[in-house]
């Protein structure tokens, strides 16, 4: 039998999105010490990339259920020395319960899964960030209820976290304004396949205008500081500041998934402002990768 992977968004239904969005909800609310369903299992995680939360979120949450972490860096393994990513696959998921992957390329990430005898979670690619969206939409169901038939507006540079939106819009059933210029827009292929949930806009105000939820992202992710100054240049006109949030509904919120340039995608009023939940939504990456292991690895 095929173990259950966490790749992308589009890997779980609607129902099971909403499932475990309130299974967070009820870990975060009720944690029971005595409850330790992944006693004696052990999460690999394999990190290409730099991490706080994902790494944390991750390990904590194998704490508190009475498992394991261990941390694998590019040093500590011979994938950073050239072994095939298909034989590291077999290798490693012999001997842990579950691994989670945070790399650059998302084809490292599925070639994994299709080698792998565990679970596979995909912790970040430079094409999605699932599990930051599981965070993400736990926080605005908290806060405002089911984002069915509402709008979230993406200010920015179209990356990973854009994709990811792009996958929840369609999965949860949103609309999604995307405001980035030109040369930086999402993969189409992505876009396209949400049809008419995702709509364009050439000006951030024209995206933000009557919305729910605004969200961005840094300008330069990871492995592309060398474009600092470029991109600065060309989202200039992409600061998710007060002007932008008066765009939006009265009661819009506010999100990024850290760590955050105040002053450069987000003015410093907005990211510390009322509307501002980047905080609580960071916390809740610990509680939604509690659901998602829960979900992988206890399934009945």
């Not at 694998?72 to 998921?93: F, M, W, Y």
């Not at 998934?257 to 501002?276: I, K, Y």
Request: glycine share 8%.
């Amino acid at each position: 039998m095929q173990p259950r992977h966490f790749i992308s968004l589009l890997d779980i239904s609607g129902a099971e999105f909403r499932g475990l969005i309130k299974r967070a909800i009820d870990l975060k609310n009720h944690r029971d010490p005595g409850y330790q369903p992944l006693k004696g299992r052990v999460l690999g995680m394999i990190f290409e990339k730099s991490s706080t939360r994902t790494r944390i979120s991750f390990e904590a949450g194998m704490a508190h259920f009475g498992g394991n972490a261990i941390f694998l860096s590019p040093r500590d393994t011979q994938l950073g020395r050239g072994e095939p990513v298909e034989d590291s696959a077999k290798v490693i998921s012999s001997m842990v319960d579950c691994i989670m992957l945070r790399t650059f390329k998302h084809e490292t990430v599925t070639t994994f899964a299709r080698y792998s005898s565990v679970p596979v979670i995909n912790g970040l690619t430079d094409e999605q960030h699932p599990c930051q969206l599981l965070a993400d939409m736990q926080t605005y169901f908290e806060q405002r209820g089911d984002i069915q038939g509402k709008t979230v507006a993406w200010i920015g540079d179209g990356n990973n976290m854009c994709h990811s939106y792009i996958h929840a819009a369609m999965v949860l059933d949103f609309k999604l304004h995307i405001a980035a210029p030109v040369g930086y827009l999402p993969d189409k292929v992505i876009s396209d396949a949400a049809g008419n949930r995702v709509r364009f806009f050439d000006k951030a105000t024209d995206a933000a205008n009557n919305v729910d939820l605004i969200v961005t992202d840094v300008w330069a992710s990871m492995g592309q500081e060398e474009e600092q100054k470029q991109r600065c240049s060309a989202f200039r006109d992409y600061q998710v500041n007060a002007e932008i949030m008066g765009a939006a509904h009265d009661d819009a919120l506010f999100m990024h998934c850290l760590p955050a340039h105040r002053g450069e995608e987000v003015s410093a009023d907005v990211m510390d402002g009322p509307q501002s939940i980047v905080f609580a939504e960071a916390e809740n990456r610990l509680h939604a990768q509690k659901a998602l292991l829960e979900f992988l690895l206890c399934a009945k």
